[in-house]
């Protein structure tokens, strides 16, 4: 496993209208990490869909497409971008309710939480419509992946997009926490460092993602050993 590369952080289609906040991976990181980590025909779960970046991807490689999205437009967008081949891949919901859904056994989950700053006070997991904290927040992502560690194949991989964050100066050390919340499910395999290259990319201090958004970590997992 290579741990460093750069991608072109480069979004191949537009953010849909009526949209607002881009927080979508861009799909050549996705294709890189399928690529790597499954083979046609496999699986491949996001629980955190989005905008379906995964799911999407996942279907252009032959993959099974498998995930779940919180908020009902993205949730349509996805099912609509999709089509009608998939349009059951996707399930309208909480990740938080895994255990509720009728969903596949995965063969590998490429995902990306929703990003918590600390003292930010709103709640991720309800898209930063409730309050919560980033003690609970780590706790819910435990509890989600714990649900997703029920759904793999033995030899299944679970890979992380995630990044620290810079805020008003604090540095809240998110990929760190997401990887240890992770880790009471999954056996930790490595992170692999990912530079983001290219004209799109966010700005690297003060952007809405604050520092360190240059780079981004793929969190590497097995369900093999890990629970
Ligand atoms: C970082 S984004 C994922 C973006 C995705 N990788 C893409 O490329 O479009 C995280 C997503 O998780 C969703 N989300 C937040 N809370 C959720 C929950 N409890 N269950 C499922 N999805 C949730 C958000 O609505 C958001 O779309």
């Given at each position: 496993m290579n741990t460093f590369l750069t991608l072109d952080?480069?979004?191949?289609?537009?953010?849909?209208?009526?949209?607002?906040?881009?927080v979508r991976t861009p799909e050549a990181y996705v294709r890189h990490f399928l690529r790597e980590h499954s083979e046609p025909g496999d699986t491949v779960f996001d629980?955190?869909?989005?905008?379906g970046t995964t799911l999407a991807v996942a279907a252009e490689l032959g993959r099974v497409p498998a995930g779940v999205e919180y908020e009902t437009d993205r949730a349509e967008f996805v099912r609509d971008r999709l089509g009608s081949e998939h349009s059951e891949s996707l399930v309208h919901g909480s990740a938080l309710d895994l255990a509720d859904f009728d969903l596949p056994a995965f063969d590998c989950c490429l995902t990306s939480p929703p990003y918590m700053v600390a003292?930010?006070?709103?709640?991720p997991l309800e898209n930063y419509a409730g309050e919560s904290d980033y003690g609970r927040y780590l706790d819910q992502i435990g509890d989600v992946f714990a649900q997703v560690r029920d759904l793999a194949a033995p030899d299944a991989s679970l890979l992380v997009d995630v990044s620290n964050m810079k805020h008003d100066g604090e540095v809240t050390t998110l990929a760190w926490d997401v990887a240890d919340a992770v880790a009471e499910s999954f056996r930790f395999e490595g992170e692999v460092v990912v530079g983001w290259e290219g004209e799109e990319q966010p700005e690297r201090d003060g952007g809405s993602y604050g520092y360190g958004y240059d780079h981004s970590y793929c969190l590497v997992f097995a369900a093999e050993g890990g629970g």
């Open positions: 952080y480069e979004q191949e289609t537009d953010l849909p209208s009526g949209f607002v906040d881009d629980p955190f869909a989005g905008f003292g930010m006070g709103v709640d």
